[in-house]
């Protein structure tokens, strides 16, 4: 019998050694960092003690997360993180449904500053809900929501993952393609409107995203041993 070649584990940071930017020197340590930290605060499955919401209304508060990230053009990052804080003091407090709209609105709010980007004014964020709460309760929300997470709002989520392994999958296409990356982030963001997967690890999350995009937009390569190696998951642990 022939042995079959093995792939070559392609060095994907190779052709960014002159970018200081590209942190290419720890940029391997600093993934495997994310890998130990997203299995750290992790939403639960909160539904099995709410008494007052469900996961159908958790789905169109996301989705009108995402309308509203939309509306003010925001950073992706924001996003993210907001649906993030979302589950993880949904895991922590009780509230009640009326107050469900104003968790999202307030959890928007503390990303946009967490990220460092122009955060909307609280009277912006008021009026998008119709006006059904006041600034001072989007600020007191503010800080029971701080407060509950401890300030911990450093977590790795689908989007860091997806750039790393998006610039993986670029490596086997004939150039940086953008609809690979549109079509992932699609899907990722299908990801977050489902409650089925808020205990799903960040990294298996992006990693299955783009595995999905490849599929749709039919890539020779599915998933190779470079992806594998750097997404850290094998194909069937995907499907």
């Known amino acids: ?3 079959v070649a093995r792939e070559v584990i392609q060095n994907i940071d190779k052709l960014d050694g002159g970018n200081q930017l590209a942190t290419v020197d720890y940029v391997e340590d600093l993934y495997k960092f994310y890998k130990v930290a997203e299995n750290k605060c992790r939403p639960c499955d909160y ?3 709410q008494l007052y919401i469900n996961s159908k209304m958790r789905g169109i508060l996301v989705d009108w997360i995402i309308e509203v990230h939309h509306v003010f053009d925001l950073v992706p990052e924001a996003l993210y993180l907001a649906v993030y804080i979302i589950d993880r003091y949904l895991s922590l407090q009780i509230i009640l449904r009326k107050k469900l709209q104003l968790v999202g609105v307030t959890a ?3 990303a946009c500053k967490y990220e460092d980007t122009p955060a909307p004014r609280v009277r912006s964020l008021v009026h998008i809900t119709d006006n059904a709460y006041t600034g001072t309760q989007v600020l007191r929300m503010e800080k029971a929501i701080l407060d509950k997470l401890e300030w911990n709002l450093t977590v790795p989520t689908p989007y860091v993952f997806l750039m790393r392994f998006l610039k993986v999958a670029s490596r ?8 690979m990356e549109n079509m992932s982030f699609f899907f990722a963001d299908l990801a977050n409107l ?3 997967l808020v205990q799903l690890k960040p990294s298996k999350v992006a990693a299955a995203a783009v595995y999905a995009a490849r599929i749709t937009l ?8 470079t992806l594998k190696h750097h997404t850290g998951y094998a194909e069937s642990q995907l499907l």
């Open 47 to 49: 539904m099995n003690f």
């Open 194 to 196: 489902q409650y089925e």
């Open 218 to 225: 039919k890539k020779t390569h599915l998933w190779t041993d």
């Open 108 to 110: 928007l709010l503390i």
């Open 1 to 3: 019998m022939r042995s």
């Open 172 to 179: 086997f296409d004939l150039k940086n393609d953008k609809e």
